[in-house]
């Protein structure tokens, strides 16, 4: 067996110690190899694409090091979340009094105070649905201008796994108070996490757990946990779904916080995969993740989300994936459960084998809409402009943030694709890069300049693009945004800047980055 | 997974340009029968040997419609034992002429008039074996015709299938028509029943977003986004057929010719009044693109909110808002489609991925359950109710027992409306049902 050259901490007491399991396919990135390349991809995968001068710092580093500027983000300072950045109290209950104060109203018949009542509440659900856009605003320029970009990725990765939807739920404080619960796991423990999602306000109420009762439990969350969230189809029976329904009875929330009411908990005995006890919720979570399953379900998700689409994993099997993504899964499965869940080793180990640079994998990843977005405004410098235009976008092309439609989250991949996101996704551009906002809004452009001959900056004076040479900035600037230039489109745009008369000014530059934008190449990371 | 043929596709981009040029000069055309339309376009009437322009609209019902709240079985007593809040009371039931005890939900009175006039059919009881409580997986199963939910989409697996109707490519490979594409699904993405392996099927939202807005920053960027996103043959990872680079290149040219056709078809309005709802809105953009003429053979619409758990009311409430919205779409869609002379060529079909528990829930709302009917709507119809009400008494653990299985009724559109040999397509023999009239 090869020996592994990846050095991490000893890892806890665990069934199989990962590094005995190290095969070729993880083998770490040879320093000679480390390039330009490598680290483009990286900052682009790990985290959401950056400028040349990025791409560059990360290139000399070498890969150790840059991998873990991207992943110890405790290291990098960070704007704190605050709970009181957003109001808790719209939506919550009616206390006591206006609990009796509606129950008189409806004794007496007094529609007047029945119809103050009924426009207070319609009241309240208009603010909190503006107050949910506020938040989304809010997570959007987050996710644009963190310093810990892979932190963000990660809160976006759960949010998409673990789905909840304001639509569903509304309450937008409760989704507030969710992202954080994704951000603090982000990059920790997957463990973690699904014991704290079994007492989250929104995903208690997204699924229903809040009204299910002893005598009569509600199945979805036992049932989507285990379906979505831990071990996919075929690695449990309807028979676990059902004990597994009674061992979380009890398990709800009272305004923005958790309860645990025994008097409505199934205390009697359960069996679940294979394990009798007097079951609790936190007891059905730790069953889930004694499963080899679960370890499986959650790499390939991970692997998805960050090399390649992988086919969910149905039945176990791995069957139809080919030898060498197989090897790699399997083993960071194995990893992955004999290390507690822990995420961030997981991720060290993927980021740093030369499987996840092959160039197979390089430029053949479909942005989704918030890589699309937020990688754009990163790497090209462009104004952020109107949070609420670029929501709006988001939804358009499928993805609106707190808003997955449905418990499985978002598809990715070629889902994101069709005809009508495809003119989206290229207006998107031409309002970031242009201030050209879309149909629908009011016709004036937004004036905020860009400066696109910035990414001409970090080049020589005495190189071709330092004397703006056309087909030296073609080339660059399809390097910069594709990662290559393929010789095609170099020649179309090379005809454009001559049909400026050959000035490489700034609106030359900006009309080229326009047209870049618009490609199927730049829909791919 | 062969690649569209280089050679037909520029034919194809040809066919849409001249299309929408030849739009842009003869106004009247867009009045003009569909026939009359198509010869309009340099000669793009019907192939020989091929069917007339029948159209199949597909009504996706999301989140599992009641199906008993809506063929109400009212002539059972054990229907309202279950439902003790939420039953239908006989009396305001739609009764079904020709069916014994049951009848339609009374917000389904438009439907209602439609069927007295024989343009209805309510296929009952429609289900599959070991049914699947999943939202998800029971979609797929739906849209697959597949209880494995495994594989390419039925409707997809037609398009790509010989008899589409659109002639075959040079090589060999079906090839989408000039004149439109062969499916069209109004939403934010193509639904997994439309996708297969050759064709491509086109959906949007909204046409206003269906074209890039940067070309009107400045002229001289026109030329350039043409060429860039009219390429054929992509360079790097493009050059591989199943990179995900090579199907961006297909989606990018696919767009900019639907992009044409279809702004073009949509921004002329419907004469009949559509109910100002989502689905209304859907069907009305749908009766454009029927009328301009796009040889378009399946479109596909989706009516959201059925996932009732909670509150989800009798005769009046949410269950029931949501079925007179299907029902007065439906009611202007063939209005307006009978005023154009296009009523005979179209079919609907109505499906849910299933139905609800027979009992009401401790909620006033209803859990996942099994079958549940599907209307077919035209006047090419077998009319009237097809097949028996699962029984209320004989249920497989408070679930009905379905007595149609959904594939006989594709196989039925299949083979006599669309014409196309249903054992092909659905790869099994699944006794197609008799769904057309006699006469047809």
Redesign the interface.
């Known amino acids: 067996m090869a020996q592994p050259a990846v050095s991490t901490k000893p890892v806890k007491a665990s069934p199989v110690n990962p590094e005995d399991r190290i095969e070729n396919s993880l083998r770490p990135v040879r320093k000679g190899d480390w390039s330009y390349e490598h680290a483009r991809h990286l900052l682009w995968r790990a985290g959401f694409g950056g400028d040349e001068s990025q791409v560059r710092w990360l290139a000399e580093i070498g890969a150790e090091k840059a991998v873990d500027a991207l992943l110890n983000v405790e290291r990098v300072p960070s704007e704190a979340v605050k709970a009181e950045q957003f109001d808790a109290s719209i939506m919550s209950p009616p206390n006591e009094e206006e609990r009796q104060m509606a129950r008189r109203a409806q004794q007496m018949q007094d529609e007047d105070t029945l119809a103050r009542i009924r426009l207070e509440r319609q009241r309240r659900e208009r603010e909190d649905r503006l107050q949910m856009n506020e938040v989304q605003k809010w997570w959007l320029r987050r996710l644009i201008e963190t310093p810990r970009p892979l932190e963000e990725k990660m809160t976006l990765f759960w949010h998409g796994l673990l789905a909840t939807s304001f639509r569903t739920i509304e309450n937008s404080y409760h989704m507030f108070v969710q992202n954080q619960l994704f951000r603090k796991h982000a990059l920790g423990s997957y463990a973690e996490l699904l014991t704290g999602l079994i007492r989250d306000p929104a995903m208690l109420a997204y699924l229903d757990n809040n009204d299910s009762r002893r005598n009569k439990p509600n199945e979805n969350l036992a049932r989507e946990i285990m379906e979505l969230f831990s071990l996919g189809i075929g690695n449990y029976t309807e028979e676990d779904i059902k004990q597994g329904a009674r061992a979380l009875t009890g398990y709800t929330f009272e305004d923005d916080e958790f309860r645990f009411q025994k008097n409505n908990h199934d205390t009697g005995t359960k069996t679940i995969l294979g394990q009798t006890g007097t079951w609790t919720g936190d007891d059905f979570v730790r069953i889930i993740l004694d499963q080899q399953a679960c370890a499986k379900f959650i790499t390939r998700k991970l692997y998805s989300y960050f090399v390649a689409d992988v086919p969910p994993d149905e039945r176990g099997g791995d069957k139809d994936l080919e030898p060498a993504q197989r090897t790699v899964l399997r083993n960071l499965a194995d990893a992955f459960r004999g290390g507690r869940y822990e995420v961030k080793p997981l991720l060290r180990r993927l980021f740093l084998s030369e499987h996840f640079y092959e160039p197979r994998f390089r430029n053949d990843q479909i942005k989704s809409p918030a890589m699309l977005v937020v990688g754009s405004v990163r790497s090209l410098r462009t104004p952020v402009r109107d949070l609420s235009i670029l929501n709006d976008a988001m939804d358009l092309m499928g993805q609106k943030l707190f808003y997955p439609p449905s418990v499985k989250g978002w598809d990715g991949g070629r889902s994101w694709i069709n005809t009508s996101t495809y003119f989206v996704r290229q207006n998107v551009l031409a309002f970031l890069i242009a201030g050209k906002k879309p149909q629908g809004y009011d016709a004036t452009a937004d004036s905020q300049p860009y400066d696109a001959l910035a990414l001409l900056g970090p080049y020589p004076k005495d190189s071709g693009v330092g004397r703006r040479e056309p087909e030296a900035v073609a080339e660059a600037l399809l390097r910069l945004t594709l990662g290559w230039a393929p010789q095609t489109p170099k020649t179309t745009l090379v005809e454009y800047a001559a049909s400026q008369e050959g000035v490489i000014d700034n609106r030359t530059v900006t009309g080229m980055l326009l047209l870049i934008t618009t490609m199927p190449e730049y829909q791919l990371c | 997974m062969s690649q569209p043929n280089p050679y037909t596709r520029r034919e194809f981009l040809r066919g849409g340009l001249i299309m929408a040029s030849a739009a842009a000069t003869l106004p009247a055309f867009l009045n003009a029968s569909a026939l009359a339309m198509h010869r309009a376009f340099g000669g793009l009437s019907s192939v020989p040997g091929v069917p007339d322009e029948r159209i199949l609209v597909v009504v996706q019902l999301s989140g599992g419609n009641d199906g008993l709240n809506t063929v109400v079985p009212y002539g059972y007593q054990e229907y309202y034992r279950a439902r003790p809040g939420i039953g239908i009371p006989e009396k305001d039931v739609l009764k079904l002429a020709g069916a014994e005890g049951v009848g339609l939900h009374p917000q389904l009175r438009p439907l209602m008039e439609m069927y007295d006039e024989g343009l209805v059919g309510v296929v009952q009881g429609v289900g599959y074996p070991n049914p699947n409580r999943?939202?998800?997986?029971s979609m797929d199963i739906w849209q697959t015709a597949d209880t494995s939910a495994t594989g390419d989409g039925w409707l997809g697996k037609y398009f790509d299938s010989e008899c589409v109707g659109f002639g075959k490519g040079e090589s060999g490979t079906a090839e989408a028509p000039a004149g439109g594409p062969a499916g069209i699904a109004i939403g934010?993405?193509?639904p997994l029943a439309m996708q297969g392996r050759k064709v491509m099927?086109?959906?949007?939202?909204s046409v206003?977003?269906?074209?890039?807005?940067?070309q009107?920053?400045?002229e001289?960027?026109r030329e350039?986004?043409d060429?860039?996103?009219r390429?054929e043959a992509?360079?790097?990872?493009?050059a591989?057929a199943n990179?995900?680079?090579a199907?961006?290149?297909r989606?990018?040219l696919?767009?900019q010719v639907?992009?044409d056709m279809i702004r073009k078809a949509v921004a002329n309005r419907p004469t009949t009044q559509f109910p100002q709802t989502d689905l209304g809105r859907q069907l009305a953009m749908v009766a454009s693109m029927i009328r301009a003429g796009l040889r378009t053979r399946v479109y596909y619409v989706n009516h959201g909110g059925f996932d009732t758990?909670?509150g989800q009311g009798g005769a009046n409430g949410r269950h029931g808002q949501l079925l007179n919205q299907l029902a007065a779409s439906l009611k202007a869609f063939y209005t307006e489609l009978k005023a154009q002379g296009n009523d005979t060529r179209v079919m609907t079909m109505s499906f849910s991925e299933f139905g609800r528990r027979v009992g009401q829930n401790?909620?006033g709302g209803t859990d996942h359950g099994t079958a549940a009917p599907m209307f077919l709507v035209g006047p090419m119809i077998r009319r009237g109710v097809i097949g028996d009400h699962p029984s209320m008494r004989d249920l497989d653990s408070g679930d009905l027992k379905y007595t149609i299985d959904f594939r006989s009724v594709y196989a039925g559109i299949l083979d006599s409306w669309l014409r196309a040999p249903s054992k092909d397509v659905l790869e099994g023999d699944y006794r197609p049902l008799p769904v057309l009239a006699q006469k047809a």
């Open positions: 999943s939202h998800f997986k934010r993405s193509a099927p086109v959906s949007f939202e206003d977003l269906f074209r890039w807005a940067g009107d920053i400045h001289s960027l350039p986004y060429a860039l996103n390429r992509g360079e790097g990872q493009a591989r990179s995900n680079a199907f961006l290149m989606t990018s696919d767009a639907s992009s758990h909670a401790q909620s």
